[in-house]
Every structure is written in C-alpha cells, then in structure tokens.
C-alpha cells in the first residue's frame, strides 16, 4: 500500500471527526493522503487536525491559490489514485450528481480520473429520501462506489440507517481496492454484453431488453483489477470503459464470430450479453405494409456462442456464463452450466424488483459444477461487477 494517493475528502456532518482516524491509519500504512475539507467540515474538525495526521496541507478554499505553477484542484484532481469521501453528506452528493462545482471538494471531483468510492452518513430519513437515493442511482450508474452506511443511534435521536461506517471497515476496504487491482494482472478477459438485434425488415427487428450495464460494468471493474479486456458489445447506449477493446456487433451470429474469432486470447471469457435464441429466417428487403390482420415469421436457431465456447475452451481457460431467467432459476442455471461445459453460472430472477433487465441494480446467484455457492442481494452493478471480478480473481 505504500505510495498509494488519497485523496480524502470531508464534508460537514457530525462523522467528520472520524475522518481524523481514517487519514491517521492510511497513512500509517505508507499511502499519501492529501486532504480537502468543505468549509462545513471545518465546524466539526480543524483542517490542523488533518494537516498533522497526514502531514500534508489541507485545501479549503478554491481561490486560496499558492502556487503560481500549477492550479491546485486540478493537481489535487490528478494526483489521486483514489477519492474517498468519507462522511458525505446528502449535499455533496447531490452537488456531484447534478454536476454543480462551487467549492474546492465539488470542483476536484469533477475534474478527476480516479475511481470514486462514497461513504454516506446523514440522518435515516434523508438517506431514505427518493431524491437523495435517484441521486446516488445516478451517481452509482456513471461507476461511482459507495460504502453502505451503517443502522444504528444517530447524532440527531434517531435510530437507523445513516452513520457513517466505521474507520477501520472504511481502511480495510481501500486495502481491498488495491489489492484487487493485482488479481487479473496479466489475464484477459473476453466479455460479452448487451443485446443482440435480428432484423426483421429495414425497420423492424426482434431484441430483448438488456440494457448491456451488467455487461459494461464488468467491463470496467475487470479493468480495474488489471486485466486486458475484449468487449464484444451488442448495441447499447452505453460509453465503452477506456481501455477496453471494443468489438460492436449487431446479431448473434456476428457476436459468434467475434467471440470465437479472439477465444485464443482469453484466459477469462465471460457471457453476459442476453444473446437473441432465434432470428428471422427470411429478412424482407423492403418494409412490410400492414396488409392483413396477422404475420406469421418463421424463426430459426441462431448459433449457440456459449455450447460453441465450452467446445472448444482451454483447460486453463475459465467459462463463466450469465443466466436470466423467471422461474426454477436453479434448475435451469446448473442445467445450463453442465449442456455448455460452464466453469460457473450466474443467475439472476429477471422478475424480481431490482434485478431485471435495464435497471441501475442487480441480484444474483453464483454456481458451479458442485451446485450452489453464493448469492449476491440488490446492489448497484458496478459494486455487484466488482464483488463477481474479485471472486472471479480468486477462482484463478
């Protein structure tokens, strides 16, 4: 951990004073922890407090420019290998989703690179409210990490969820982020994501519903734990992560292609697109009027790109596989897993309530060879992604 960047930000609720402990003990685990404090924070904890325990000035002011060579926020911005946030307030994180920068804590935060991770604390009923919850949604679909608070007597009476979680939980997850940035060191992954569209005519087509944000968000933390990524993406709406190599696809044969096309590279081949079972047979080449009162299509298999992978996979080559579906998720997932020589599955209830198709969470379960081995709750997709990429990287 030694040399890691920190930059820890503070915000003005009551938990501020436990952000004393939490630069204290990363930085006696060797991490550079530079600090910035809203001007509320300042009523809860002197920034001399922050200064001694990290040994490093502490930013408050935007304009409080001393030097003449570099322009602080974006310094302190690009310096971080990592910005924790911890407590943060249901302010900060409304400013951050709506893009407001009017401080120097709001205003360093959009102009970093660095992953973000927020620890939350304010009272039960404001973390409960719907605007503070779209907010984080919000925050969390564009790969923001947050540290769930915990239930508990909060500072104002109440008791619930809204204190900040403990120091040495909120240092014992950095340790863990950069820990898993080492475990696909060296390994590539080749992922699928999205739907697949089959062209009915020059306008119409038969899809699903996936949305390709399970799919992406395993993209970007495979990226984050080291590991050259292969994209085969379905069409999404959806900004590939950077760094990743992007192969765009329309139909299941095409996606079939690529896949195969580039499984000699994969040490790691995850199928998380929802692949379109059957296509058209016959594509109009021209839009069909409405002419009668019914339309029958026939449709044809497309290629199974999972069975075809679990052919002709490597020993050493890992085969994890994604299943939706809306009953018997067991059954039909360890089924699955053995007909296509799956290492492991993952399955999820499409009709449970945060765990369907184009939406900003999920929850599923993990199985392999030998049956059951862990479920996962609703949680936002990019925390789930970087759970399944850490598991993952255990595997291996």
Known sequence: MERKRILLGITGGIA?????????????????????????????????????????????????????????HIDLADHADLVLIAPATANLIGKIANGIADDMLSTTILATQAPIVLAPAMNVHMYQNKIVQENMQKLASYGVTYMEP?????????????????????VAWVQAFFASKRLLKGKTVLLT????????????YLSNHSSGKMGYALATAALQAGAKVILVSGPVSLTPPAGAEVIAVTGA???????LANLDRAD??????????????????QKRKKQTDSWEIELIKNPDIAYEVGKRKRENQLLIGFAAETQNIEKYAREKLEK????FIIA?????????FSVDTNAVKVYGKQGFIHSYPVMPKNQLAEKLIHWIGEQL
């Open 16 to 72: 501020a004073y436990k952000a004393a402990t939490i630069a204290s003990k990363l930085t006696q685990l060797g991490m550079d922890v530079r600090t910035i404090m809203t001007k509320s924070a300042t009523e809860f904890i002197t920034p001399l407090t922050l200064q001694t325990l990290t040994r490093n000035p502490v930013a408050i002011d935007t304009f409080d420019e001393r030097d003449p060579s570099r322009v602080m």
């Open 150 to 170: 915990d239930e508990g007597q909060l500072a104002c009476g109440y008791v619930g969820k809204g204190r900040l979680a403990e120091p040495e939980e909120i």
């Open 193 to 204: 994501a999205g739907p697949t569209v089959e062209a009915i005519d020059p306008v119409r």
């Open 253 to 259: 044969q095409e996606m079939h292609d690529a896949v």
């Open 268 to 285: 790691i081949v995850i199928k998380a697109a929802a692949v379109s079972d059957y296509r058209p047979k016959e594509v109009l080449p």
């Open 340 to 343: 296509k020589n799956m290492d």
């Open 348 to 356: 999820n209830d499409v009709l449970q309530e945060g765990a369907g």
